[in-house]
């Protein structure tokens, strides 16, 4: 679980999502802090109207003690201004040493799926944290986690993945599922005919069945098809899925890669994307580079 935790709040049916999954995810003696982004003076309208700072000021304030009464929750208050709510975020998770921060999905994304705005996606990427983003509709059946899911590779930052789901379904003993995605081998200079094809297909399907049936303490399987696609129709089933990010890009950062990206914009559940891993700073960037191709491969 995490230990400091940053929520993005806005007024919305959305934030308030975002406050109910973090206080799931939040460690019982964690710290939980709620932030309203707002324009302050970078905007100009500011300076031609007096008084104008002050009241949204107050508003602000008065918006993050009505969320935090409106949640029932233990929480500190932070006002931000910031041009974009996604960088102001950014930055006050980097200035308090947050661990994860949450935010609500799009309000223009379908029910129940995962998905943030653009201005937000590019702001949190390169994150310092883990980033969450809460299905729509969270707030109003904030059951127990229940299934948690994890796409896994045996890369490092799918190992770092499973052991992060590990520790959310510990607290409420949730099932931890676990899905690799074996895509279409490159046959383009092997020479082999499409029947040989389906038969190599066939037997990384089955390898990788066995690996996944392997892993202790979790329900693991393999499939065969796009990692994306995978992975968001996996969702239809859990109550969170956990990625890793993309295991090039700078060390303990949030990068966003293609399984990632689509995910945020269709995971059909509420979705943790992880950092970057330490351990796997020396990797060269073309091994990354081919491992983002493999199944359910960090984001």
């Known amino acids: 679980m995490f230990k400091n935790v940053l929520v993005g709040v806005d007024g919305s049916p959305s934030g308030r999502d975002a406050v109910a999954l973090a206080s799931r995810l939040t460690d019982s003696d964690g710290k939980l802090t709620l932030a309203h982004v707002h324009s302050g003076e970078l905007h100009p309208l500011h300076a031609i109207t007096p008084g104008l700072l002050a009241e949204e000021r107050e508003a602000s304030k008065r918006l993050l003690e009505q969320e935090r009464t409106a949640a029932d929750v233990s929480a500190e208050l932070v006002s931000i201004v910031a041009s974009a709510p996604g960088g102001g975020l950014h930055r006050q998770a980097e200035e308090q040493n947050a661990d994860l921060i949450v935010v609500g999905s799009c309000s223009r994304g379908a029910f129940g799926r995962a998905m943030i705005g653009d201005d937000t996606r590019a702001a949190l990427n390169g994150a310092s944290c883990a980033v969450a983003i809460a299905a729509r509709g969270y707030a109003e059946h904030p059951t127990p986690i229940g299934n948690v899911g994890v796409g896994y590779n045996e890369s490092p930052e799918s190992r770092a993945a499973l052991a992060t789901a590990r520790q959310v379904a510990a607290s ?24 040989t094809i389906g038969e190599g297909i066939d037997v990384i399907l089955s390898e990788a069945n066995a690996r996944m049936r ?29 990625v890793g990010s993309r295991s090039y890009g700078p060390v303990r950062r949030l990068v966003l890669g293609s399984t990632s990206d689509y995910l945020e914009r269709h995971a059909r559940c509420s979705l943790l994307v992880l950092p970057r891993v330490a351990g796997n700073a020396t990797g060269d960037d073309a091994a990354g580079e081919q491992s983002e191709a493999r199944a359910g491969s960090a984001a």
């Open 214 to 242: 392997a892993l202790p303490d979790v329900e693991g399987r393999a499939v065969y098809g796009l990692t994306g696609e995978e992975l968001a129709a996996f969702g239809d089933d859990l109550d969170i899925l956990l």
């Open 172 to 195: 409420t003993r949730a099932t931890v599922h676990a899905l690799e995605v074996v895509s279409i081998p490159t046959y383009a200079f092997t020479g082999l005919m499409p029947p």
